[in-house]
């Protein structure tokens, strides 16, 4: 759209960034008229700014460079930009960056058309560097507490994702999530949910508001099982209609695998620990791991010492605590 941008003249510097910040911001438009008035007006701001001129640089420069918000022109030659919207949106990669259209079309539908594609937002043309500074400001504040909230996630260990509700796509996901889902559900893309999940998804949402009690789904897989609960991500850091869903494999190899982690024992004595847990006698786990009720006696005496501990309920009581605290419970 050949509209050019009004400059209002320089900006309150306090509805720029503090210093050091830099924040990456994209503008793609095909008017070098344009880009260049943003240009100056963003990097007085303080922005390090990154420009397209059409939709194929547009995307490789989001892939590159992974700017903290787009400003895109909606209508462009050749690729349009809600087509560039939806390419960024459906990248893994690019998935999570806020998406600003910049257009003269102001009917309703060309609007619909630009949130649907995955834009946050939209201001209209002719630009006014005022309201483009502005709106940047609010998205990138959201932007930056969804960054710290996944960030956490992902250094701590927890396997979550965020999915979008109309879609099922994954929005984002922790390296556990990526790979649980890619060893449960290895013929589906890593952008996709599961068509059993997505259902469940879109069922679970529909109860949620409705104030039904939370169910979780569980889906079976030979011995392993992998559990997804969810929760709604409400307030700044999240968008609306994304859900945050919690996954937990459930399997012998796990809990063994988690006591050992959580717990100072050896894998004999996680072995005896994690039978107990199951209900087990002393006899039934030496029939199990092949060895006597006597020394079976042994290994837990090791594990009351080390646990703190004088019963079998206490010690299970305190494993499974443990291990949850662990997995983000």
Known sequence: MNAAVLDEGPEDPGNGLDAGTAERVLIVDD????????????????????????????????????????????????????????????????????????????????????????????????????????????HLQSARSQRQARN????????????????????????????????????????????????????EALRRRAGAEAQALTVARAAQRISFALHPMNGEQFSEGEWLLVLREESETALLQALSQALPLTAREAEVLYWVIQGKTNRDIGDILGTSPRTVHKHLEHVFEKLGVETRTAAAALALGKVRRQGGD
């Open 152 to 203: 956490a996630l992902d250094a701590f260990g927890h396997a979550t994702l965020v999915a979008r509700e109309r879609d099922g796509k994954r929005v984002w996901q922790t390296g556990l999530a990526r790979e649980l889902m890619a060893r449960y559900f290895p013929e589906v893309p890593e952008s996709a949910m599961p068509a059993e999940v997505q259902a469940w998804l879109a069922r």
């Open 31 to 138: 008017v070098p008229d344009n880009l260049a008035v943003l240009h100056d007006a963003l990097d007085e701001s303080g922005y390090t700014v990154l420009v397209a001129t059409h939709g194929e640089a547009a995307l490789q420069s989001a892939r590159q460079a992974r700017p903290d918000i787009v400003l895109l022109d909606a209508v462009m030659p050749g690729m349009d930009g809600f087509e560039v919207a939806r390419r960024l949106k459906a990248d893994p990669a690019t998935a999570a960056i806020p998406i600003i259209f910049m257009t003269g079309l102001t009917d309703t539908e060309h609007v619909v058309a630009a949130f649907a594609a995955g834009g946050v937002d939209y201001v209209t043309k002719p630009i006014r560097t005022r309201e483009v500074l502005a709106r940047l400001a609010t």
